[in-house]
């Protein structure tokens, strides 16, 4: 059947927000009078931070490897599409960061897009930090498995190198995963997913781990992974006889497609409440940004993949790998703004799902 686009990426619609500075503009106005929102750096103060948050080590080298997507998602904060095509980290910049991998001995390396197995040097990587003993997590959006044959043997690939595949499915349903997604992307998604099950991802006595993805369809917080997980499982075993590991539950962040939504709809000021009302400062010990670094498609250092989209490069001197300096990057102080608050509301949200 094949992905149908029901949206644009901002780029390709010349919105305001495609600019990173006019994201921020719009960020940085939840803190008037308006909206009452104190900013994250006060709040964060307030709590028991007054220096800020700070690194606890350097253990996940998370690489954005190119933002070309076969699909374009109504929420992505990537503001990934088949139209960026020019944004795709090139064999030199990826030799780099196999380098810097294996000199700084990184635990995991978090390979994202995009769809990231579209870029051409993509499995070279992957087969390269393999043979290098690194544990390896792919954000694989399912559908690229079914969009190409150049992608069909994705999943023994996968398996062949010991890939720990992270999966989004909006829901078990066609309807709203299509909605968020694409029309087309829920039925690709479970042939991909059967495609993983067959050779033995997330099933039961397997080293082969699937993790799935879920983000709200809209301007809410989400149910906690432990509502959600089950349900999630009982209901794609039952109507699919398809099974998974774990449930990531992530909180859509104020950035990006995203962003553009709530603006859209009206929902911004109301979701920015949200945020703010829901924040809570046990989840500051285990933010993804204290633990990772956030490399670009062209080589540039960030504390988080949604500061890489709003262009809010780690405070070093020179935030380029080509200037990789380890003693910099672990006492540097975090960047911070008020799409922070997405990370710290309720049980807190990373790229692993709940923080508490």
């Not at 939840?30 to 931070?49: A, M």
């Not at 992974?225 to 794609?236: G, S």
């Not at 960030?302 to 989209?309: L, P, T």
Request: proline share 4%.
């Amino acid at each position: 059947m094949g992905v149908k686009q029901r949206t644009k990426s901002l780029s390709s619609k010349n919105s305001k927000l495609s600019n990173t500075y006019y994201q921020l503009e719009v960020l940085s106005q939840s803190e008037t009078d308006q909206l009452s929102i104190p900013s994250f750096k006060q709040r964060i103060n307030e709590v028991g931070y007054p220096k800020g948050v700070t690194p606890v080590g350097m253990e996940v080298f998370q690489i954005n490897i190119g933002k070309l997507c076969n699909q374009t998602c109504a929420h992505c904060h990537v503001d990934a599409g088949p139209d960026k095509k020019i944004e795709n980290m090139d064999r030199s910049t990826l030799q780099l960061c196999l380098e810097l991998i294996i000199k700084y001995n990184f635990d995991k390396v978090d390979i994202t897009g995009g769809a990231p197995e579209m870029n051409p040097h993509f499995r070279w990587f992957v087969e390269q930090c393999s043979l290098n003993g690194k544990e390896i997590i792919v954000r694989c959006n399912l559908t690229i498995i079914m969009a190409n044959k150049k992608y069909e043997d994705l999943p023994e690939f996968f398996a062949k190198n010991k890939v720990h595949v992270i999966s989004s499915l909006p829901y078990f349903t066609k309807s709203r995963t299509d909605s968020q997604r694409g029309d087309g992307v829920f039925e690709d998604s479970i042939k991909a997913l059967k495609k993983l099950n067959d050779i033995g991802y997330g099933i039961e006595g397997s080293d082969l781990i699937l993790d799935l993805v879920y983000n709200p369809s809209g301007a809410f917080l989400p149910a906690t992974q432990e509502e959600l997980e089950p349900e999630f499982k009982r209901q794609l075993l039952r109507r699919y006889n398809i099974q998974f590991n774990s449930l990531f539950v992530i909180t859509n962040l104020p950035v990006s497609r995203f962003l553009d939504y709530l603006i859209e709809t009206g929902n911004y000021e109301a979701y920015m409440q949200e945020l703010s009302m829901a924040f809570n400062p046990t989840t500051i010990e285990g933010l993804m940004c204290r633990n990772t670094i956030s490399i670009s498609w062209d080589g540039y250092i960030f504390d988080c993949d949604f500061n890489q989209m709003l262009d809010l490069k780690s405070d070093i001197k020179n935030p380029h790998i080509s200037e990789f300096d380890e003693n910099q990057l672990l006492s540097r102080t975090i960047k911070l703004g008020q799409h922070c608050y997405g990370c710290t509301a309720g049980a807190g949200s990373s790229c692993g799902g709940e923080i508490v």
